[in-house]
Structure formats: C-alpha cells, structure tokens
C-alpha cells in the first residue's frame, strides 16, 4: 500500500467544515483512497472512498486532486460526534480478492464548542 | 442498516487460561477479519478467513490463536492459552457481499480483553 501522511492532531469549531488533508504522493493508478474514523476505542467506521472523482456521500465529501497525489475530507458541519481519529488509507482496487486494512497513526480531530 | 456485532464487550480473564471472542459479521459477507488495538497503538491485522479457511495472518497470529465460523452466522477468535500481552480491544470486520466489486470492511464494536 502507499505511504499517506496526515497531520497528528486538528481542532475545528463545531458547526464549520472540518477538512482533513492527505498526502499519498507515491499511490499507483490501482489505488484508491479510504477514509475510516474510530470514536474513543469504538470500532473503526467507514466513511468514504474513491479513486479519482470527487465522492460525496450523507457523511462527509472526498476531494482528490488531480494528480491524485492528495486528497482531503471534509466534514461539512462539524459537531461534538465527529472527535475522533480519522484514517486516510490507500488500498488497491480489488481485484477479485479482499486486502487487509493497514492503519497509520491518523489525524486526531477534536471538534470544539 | 447491517452491522458488525461482538460479544463480549468486556473480558477478563487469568492470564494462562482460554478465550474466546465471538463475532457475527453482517449477514451476505463473505470475507472475515480479525484486528487488535493494544491501547495506545495503531490498530493491527491479525487474520482473514474466506470460504471456512484462512487467507492471511500476521506474524501476531500465532499457535495461540485460531479462528473458526463453527455455523452460518458466528465467526470466532480463540486465544489457547492467553498472555499479559494480550490485552488489547479486538475488532471483528466482514466485506463483500457476493458479487461486489469492493472490498469495503466493516468492523464491530469491539471486545475489551483484559488479562490478568
């Protein structure tokens, strides 16, 4: 899998966008991109995925940039539910099989009041 | 909406004895995950299992551990003899329903293994 980069800790005021940011500057034309979260040792959620397109879904919108060598989540009203660790993944588009979920250290959002 | 489910939430058990940790993925996946988080750390692959065999295991799957789907729902993770180094949260997931394309894991609650 390629190596992402995400800043260790993020605050955002509840009610604004919070947009985490990505790099995965050495992902392959088969890769995608995966965003999970994980609220204080619950499990891991899923939130979102895509290749290259924008995606956009009831939780949160993916913004990949063109050269796909970034991305970035975004929360578009934050609330006190949205602490958590978010995870950015780059997994390889399947390929009839399943891949293992490697977790990095991830970006600890604290949503303020 | 389906989910992960595991039981139990919390286990605490003397250190030498036996667990196990049971799962019920969501219902038309076909693929079945354990992970661990050792408090304060990233959370870890442990195992896969497709069609009643395992996959893959990381070096932490050792003899110790082994899995199991002993009927059409339950998929088990048993620790044979467990170790102060065992305590951790373990995450159950399940993918692919048949004929999806994506391999998008979903993962339950968690069971909080506590050795003592």
């Known amino acids: 899998d390629a190596k992402t980069t995400q800043p260790t800790s993020m605050d955002c005021a509840e009610g604004r966008a919070a947009n985490l940011p990505c790099n995965h500057s050495?992902?392959?034309?088969?890769?995608?991109v995966y965003w999970y979260r994980q609220i204080h040792s619950q499990g891991p959620q899923y939130i979102i995925h895509?290749?290259?397109n924008n995606e956009t879904n009831e939780m949160a919108s993916l913004i990949i940039t063109e050269d796909r060598k970034s991305s970035t989540l975004i929360l578009p009203h934050a609330t006190l539910r949205d602490t958590a660790v978010y995870y950015c993944?780059?997994?390889?588009?399947?390929?009839?099989?399943?891949?293992?979920?490697?977790f990095g250290t991830g970006t600890k959002l604290q949503v303020i009041p | 909406e389906p989910e992960v489910t595991q039981t139990p939430s919390h286990q605490v058990t003397q250190m030498g004895q036996e667990v196990i940790l049971r799962c019920v993925p969501i219902?038309?996946?076909?693929?079945f995950y354990w992970y661990r988080q050792i408090l304060g750390q990233k959370v870890e692959f442990l195992v896969s299992f497709y069609n009643n065999e395992i996959s893959e295991k990381s070096e932490i799957f050792d003899d110790q551990f082994s899995v199991e789907r002993p009927d059409g729902s339950n998929f088990t993770l048993k620790i044979r003899s467990t170790k102060l180094e065992d305590s951790a949260m373990y995450f159950c997931a399940s993918s692919r329903p048949s004929g999806a394309t994506m391999d998008t894991q979903y993962f339950g609650p968690g069971t909080r293994l506590t050795v003592l």
């Open positions: 895509g290749l290259k």
């Open positions: 219902s038309n996946h076909l693929y």
């Open positions: 050495t992902i392959s034309g088969n890769e995608y």
């Open positions: 993944i780059v997994r390889v588009l399947d390929s009839g099989g399943y891949q293992k979920v490697t």
